[in-house]
């Protein structure tokens, strides 16, 4: 019989103690408990989830073919049991924990990636012109298999987004899946790190000035802000709204966005377990213009265009012409722990009006454009549109421009 060490049995239980504790005060770490428990026989289960922990621990002590480093294992578990909750939620040991609070906010270099998790995997969510990754031909929906030579599996997103940033010049090199690639092989891709701009703010005219096209690339308070001088220059002028591609991580921006359209309504609301329900109504001060609008989006629209989008469609404001969105709509805390390790934990999830989870199920075009997948032509069975066949010729042929602007014909 292998003897189980004193120190093994001192960390199995001082983990105990520390998460009975927790489960009898109600919560930990604040505002919220390990398990979101309270009483009764949640607490029950997880008392006993924890029973069944620290006898894996117990096996792994005395049965794994090598004496394993019993940190490790617990940072892995720990680093599962964020991530089993969604792709944002994160744990992050103290020397992980250090570098991300004390990253600068702004100025740093990169490859111009957004990225986020499925599947297990960094998942490139969209490429901002101009930049490195656009160089080298990365695409949405490609995915990052690994960040110099660690797999993104074994990485929790705080940690993937923190390794594509760096010094200017530095290089890093990905091993990605590139999306629609025959063989299962894995590219790889070097990249240096680079200071990259903020897409440019595209503006035009169609149809003779009756119609103004606006691609705003990135959803801040200045373009916010752009995008409304736009339009109070042309109040009574048809509005095309191109989201493609296009990401904002401030939420409160899209709805800024979509109330420019929009004199009432419940646009979104934002809930979760312990996080106060709030609805974020249309202020009728604050429309500018009753023209009619078309949205364009695509599965690289992330986070604050996608709850514009939803509001606008929802409300019958506008239709949305394209393909499912990522769906990115959460709220993130940081909370430290006593080992200087912390939790990034979504605390609350956006619900557009018709009361949709945008991190669940992202949005869906009521007119489809462009090649869909089985899941949305399911969903699509009930809604009049009908996914249209692609361009013959997509280096000459923009299809989702096209049907956005035939959509103005019945206005």
């Known amino acids: 019989m292998v003897r189980v060490s004193r120190f093994f049995q001192r960390f199995v239980f001082v983990v105990s103690v520390a998460i009975f504790a927790s489960l009898g005060l109600g919560f930990a770490f604040g505002e919220f408990g390990w398990f979101g428990v309270h009483a009764g026989s949640d607490q029950d289960g997880a008392y006993k989830q924890m029973g069944i922990y620290a006898d894996v621990l117990k096996k792994i002590q005395t049965d794994y073919v090598t004496e394993p480093n019993i940190g490790d294992v617990t940072n892995g578990a720990l680093h599962g049991l964020l991530e089993a909750l969604d792709a944002d939620s994160s744990y992050l040991t103290p020397t992980e924990y250090k570098i991300y609070s004390e990253r600068p906010s702004s100025g740093n270099a990169q490859v111009g990636i957004t990225v986020?998790?499925?599947f297990g995997y960094a998942v490139v969510v969209n490429v901002l012109p101009g930049s490195p990754a656009e160089a080298e031909h990365i695409k949405d929906a490609d995915v990052i298999e690994s960040i110099d030579g660690q797999s993104t599996r074994e990485l929790s997103l705080a940690v993937i987004r923190l390794m594509l940033e760096g010094k200017p010049g530095s290089k890093l090199t990905l091993g990605l899946f590139r999306q629609g690639a025959t063989k299962s092989d894995t590219d790889k891709v070097s990249l240096t790190r680079a200071v990259v701009p903020q897409p440019a703010f595209a503006a035009q005219n169609y149809e003779g000035g009756s119609i103004l096209y606006l691609k705003p690339g990135i959803?801040?308070?200045?373009r916010v802000d752009e995008i409304a001088a736009k339009i109070k220059a042309a109040p009574h002028t048809k509005i095309l709204l191109d989201l493609r591609d296009a990401t904002g991580?401030?939420?409160q921006q899209g709805l800024r966005l979509a109330n420019f359209f929009l004199k009432q309504g419940t646009m979104a609301t934002l809930s979760g377990q312990q996080f106060p329900q709030q609805s974020f109504n249309a202020d009728a001060a604050k429309c500018l213009t009753d023209a009619p609008v078309e949205v364009i989006v695509n599965r690289g629209t992330y986070g604050a265009p996608e709850l514009a989008?939803?509001?606008l469609m929802d409300l019958k404001r506008a239709d949305l012409v394209g393909e499912?969105?990522?769906?990115e709509g959460s709220v993130q805390k940081t909370i430290g722990l006593q080992n200087g390790a912390a939790l990034v934990l979504t605390v609350a999830k956006y619900q557009t009006a018709s009361g949709k989870k945008i991190q669940d199920v992202a949005v869906l075009p009521n007119v489809l454009v462009g090649k869909q997948t089985a899941e949305d032509e399911d969903e699509d069975e009930a809604t009049p549109a009908q996914p249209q066949a692609p361009?013959?010729?997509?280096a000459d042929k923009d299809e989702f421009l096209d049907k956005a602007l035939q959509q103005f014909k019945s206005k």
């Open 309 to 311: 989008a939803a509001a």
């Open 249 to 251: 991580e401030d939420e």
């Open 219 to 222: 959803l801040t308070a200045q």
């Open 391 to 394: 361009a013959k010729n997509a």
């Open 116 to 118: 986020s998790k499925r």
């Open 324 to 327: 499912r969105t990522f769906g």
